[in-house]
């Protein structure tokens, strides 16, 4: 052993190395103390997340239950890993900031914390607690745009199960995208009742479940991932418990504590139902096995009284870990993104209502769907001609800033949520039409409904660009949050019927006349990339 490098510490002096070690967990809370704040506010915020106080208790708890066979690292060599995880971990801190995008923060956290166990333990270390560590991702709440996109898709899936169900009762339904018509009542399967909030804690508790489990790798993974089926299948069963009930006894089955309590019920279901499934899988291994028997217990768990002997060691990569951890905080107070730039615009109530020869007729967006978009701005209206057959429904919605989970939703996964399906989806180019200095892209997508068809433009107008893609809607705003310091952006939406029978060409003519006028007066209410800042704002 090499005494530079190393001490030993005999275990009744143990606290001593606790203490170098707590210290740098300390600071790098400290460093990260608002995107720790802010992840717990989205825990007491959101059912979907509310198990996330339990992750790290739990996590903790895995570590130290097998402290039997950690043992420190003797050398710096040993404990370079770490350190370079550590750094990995501070760097995305950093690029978090400066884009303020707290998610990459919440993740960076997590991998920072991972980096100072390897420092401390070493390869080996990380070996014997690597499950425990990979559990913390559990408490990190997806970025907004993912749960838009996934909860869209889960109320289309339910809904779908859960009117099946209520068919299966001998009952007449009618499902249109997300609302069952029973005749007498309608219900709308909102994005509450996705099932969401039993697909994340249901997903935790089915990793620890793998985790434990005495079989095959295998069946682990089938436990992990069957926690996805499970949520999907009961939530609709849930759904189509509440249409049976609604249909007998009216809509207040569907509200209150009724519906709280159907939640929880289904819930604890969900429970049951998976320890069933890792009973099936005992069972079809040849083994014999009791409820009781069915995950592997440590030792320890049982052993309170007896004594843990462990040779600890204090070695210079703690004074490394230390050093960093400063640095990487003096550095994120002047290397921050807080400032962020409100372009001046014109407000969508002054968007003309005549364009060309086209007339328009300004409408509405219900309150509780204003809720969810969180829009800063919006416009939407019809617009004709004397010799059009059909009119354009025209919508944008702007938002001038983006970073706290208000984004622009993707028409792509709203529309089959009206009961509308996607039948012929491309992109279309523009060349001769500039919007804002580059060529203008559109995502273009025929739908229908029964008898009836729509033809669907849009795409995302987001600081100078005209964007097709949802994820490189958030590349941008991550590029454009650290070198611009705007993430303000927009979505720009044209939708216009189809006669039966009717040449989808006739339609596609009409657009792209609308468009042309349209695009002449769009710079004034959506910002380019040259703007003048109306207002500089603290983002936090």
């Known amino acids: 052993m090499d005494s530079q490098d190393t001490t030993l510490i005999s275990s009744g002096s143990s606290s001593y190395i606790f203490a170098w070690w707590g210290l740098a967990l300390l600071l790098l809370g400290l460093v990260f103390h608002e995107s720790l704040a802010e992840m717990a506010g989205i825990w007491m915020g959101s059912e979907e997340y509310s198990h996330g106080f339990f992750i790290p208790a739990i996590s903790v708890y895995l570590i130290w239950v097998q402290r039997n066979e950690l043992k420190c690292t003797r050398d710096f060599k040993s404990s370079i890993l770490g350190v370079a995880i550590l750094l990995l971990g501070l760097l995305l801190f950093l690029l978090g900031g400066l884009a303020t995008i707290r998610t990459i923060q919440h993740y960076a956290f997590i991998v920072a914390v991972t980096g100072i166990f390897a420092a401390a333990f070493g390869r080996q270390g990380l070996k014997t607690a690597w499950v425990p560590l990979v559990f913390l991702l559990f408490m990190v709440p997806f970025p907004q745009f993912i749960i838009n996109n996934l909860s869209s898709k889960l109320q289309l899936m339910s809904s779908w199960l859960g009117v099946e169900f209520i068919r299966a009762c001998d009952i007449m339904v009618y499902l249109e995208g997300n609302v069952i018509d029973l005749g007498g009542y309608k219900l709308q399967v909102v994005e509450a009742c996705s099932g969401l909030r039993y697909l994340f804690p249901l997903a935790s508790l089915s990793f620890l479940c793998a985790y434990l489990f005495k079989g095959p790798v295998w069946q682990k993974l089938l436990i992990f991932l069957s926690s996805v089926p499970l949520t999907i299948f009961m939530n609709s069963f849930r759904i189509g418990v509440i249409g049976i009930l609604v249909n007998h006894w009216g809509t207040e089955m569907a509200e209150g504590f009724l519906h709280d309590f159907e939640g929880w019920a289904v819930f604890l279901l969900c429970m049951v139902l998976l320890f069933i499934e890792m009973w099936l899988f005992s069972r079809l291994s040849g083994r014999k096995t009791a409820f009781a028997e069915l995950v592997q217990l440590p030792d320890e768990w049982f052993a309170a009284g007896k004594s843990v002997q462990m040779d600890w060691y204090l070695n210079k990569s703690v004074f490394a870990v230390l050093a960093l951890i400063v640095a990487v905080g003096v550095a994120g107070v002047f290397v921050r993104g807080d400032e962020e730039i409100i372009p001046q615009r014109k407000a969508f109530l002054n968007f003309p209502m005549q364009l060309g020869d086209w007339r328009g007729h300004r409408d509405y967006i219900e309150k509780k769907y204003l ?37 622009v939703h993707s028409p792509r996964s709203c529309i089959p949520g009206d009961g509308w399906q996607i039948t012929s989806f491309g992109q279309r180019d523009f060349p001769d039409l500039q919007v804002q200095g580059s060529p203008l892209r559109i995502n273009r997508a025929v739908i229908e409904k029964g008898d009836y068809r729509q033809l669907v433009y849009y795409w995302f107008q987001q600081r100078g660009r005209s964007i097709t893609n949802e994820y490189m809607v958030k590349w941008y705003l991550f590029y454009d949050a650290i070198a611009m310091h705007r993430t303000d952006g927009a979505l720009v939406r044209l939708v216009t019927s189809l006669d039966k029978g009717q040449d989808i060409e006739v339609a596609d003519q009409r657009l792209q006349a609308f468009m042309r006028d349209m695009v002449k007066v769009l710079p004034d209410y959506l910002p380019g990339k040259e703007v003048v800042a109306a207002q500089i704002v603290q983002a936090d």
Do not use: C, H, P
């Not at 057959?389 to 706290?404: H, L, P, T």
């Open 371 to 407: 809720d969810a978009l969180k829009l800063t701005d919006y416009v939407i209206a019809n617009y004709v001609t004397e010799d059009a057959a059909s009119a354009v429904n025209f919508y944008s919605a702007y938002y001038q800033s983006q970073r706290k989970g208000a984004s």
